[in-house]
């Protein structure tokens, strides 16, 4: 909130957020594991070729894509595309609301029918590393619930504008 009180959602949004970005880290740092043995075993033969590593790079490259997805709807950045020049407050606040209601169908989109991918994978393994499946289908649903909180946050800041309570 822009005038110093925080109300509880920013408060939950703000640790959240702290929480995805420590997460997108570590799982940046892990994914340079299973490609660099990738690589150093195509390229030489110190090291025996894996063949778990790839699909542990596909899963962690899918959950770092996802993470940074759900830190940039928090941070105003993700599926943002300027096509009006600036204006008044107000206007902008309105055109954020309009912006964020699309994206909050497609939360929606990825919360409902990332839950029905996410069921049919509770009982599958991955088949090289025999991994739950389930962990890498739940990217889908996490993201569109985490999408939800953060845009509900936007949505009540740029109300708290339209109504003349703000910037």
Same mark, same amino acid.
């Given at each position: 909130?822009?005038?110093?009180?925080?109300?509880?959602l920013t408060a939950l949004n703000d640790a959240l957020a702290a929480? &995805?970005?420590?997460? @997108? =880290?570590? $799982?940046?740092?892990?994914?340079?594991?299973?490609?660099? +043995?990738?690589?150093?075993?195509?390229?030489? $033969? +110190?090291?025996? %070729?894996? /063949?778990?590593?790839? *699909?542990?790079?596909?899963? @962690?490259?899918?959950?770092? /894509?996802? +993470?940074?997805?759900?830190?940039?709807?928090?941070?105003?950045?993700?599926? @943002? =595309?300027?096509?009006?020049?600036?204006? !008044?407050?107000?206007?902008?606040?309105?055109?954020?609301? &309009?912006?964020? @209601?699309? /994206? $909050?169908?497609?939360? !929606?989109?990825?919360?409902?029918? !990332?839950?029905?991918?996410? *069921? !049919?994978?509770?009982?599958?393994? %991955?088949?090289?590393? *025999?991994?739950?499946?389930?962990?890498?289908?739940? $990217?889908?649903?996490?993201?569109?619930?985490?999408?939800?909180?953060?845009?509900?946050?936007?949505?009540?800041?740029?109300?708290?504008? &339209?109504?003349?309570?703000?910037?």
């Amino acid at each position: 909130m822009s005038d110093g009180r925080r109300g509880p959602l920013t408060a939950l949004n703000d640790a959240l957020a702290a929480l &995805l970005r420590a997460l @997108l =880290v570590l $799982a940046v740092a892990v994914l340079v594991i299973p490609v660099s +043995l990738q690589i150093f075993s195509r390229h030489t $033969a +110190l090291v025996p %070729s894996y /063949i778990w590593t790839e *699909e542990m790079a596909r899963f @962690l490259f899918v959950w770092a /894509i996802m +993470l940074g997805a759900m830190l940039g709807v928090r941070e105003g950045t993700h599926l @943002l =595309v300027d096509l009006w020049p600036p204006g !008044g407050a107000r206007r902008q606040a309105l055109l954020d609301l &309009l912006a964020d @209601l699309a /994206i $909050a169908v497609l939360a !929606g989109v990825f919360l409902w029918w !990332g839950w029905r991918f996410t *069921e !049919g994978a509770f009982y599958r393994i %991955s088949e090289l590393a *025999e991994l739950p499946l389930w962990l890498i289908h739940m $990217a889908w649903p996490i993201t569109g619930l985490v999408w939800f909180l953060f845009l509900l946050e936007r949505a009540l800041e740029d109300l708290r504008i &339209l109504r003349g309570r703000g910037p």
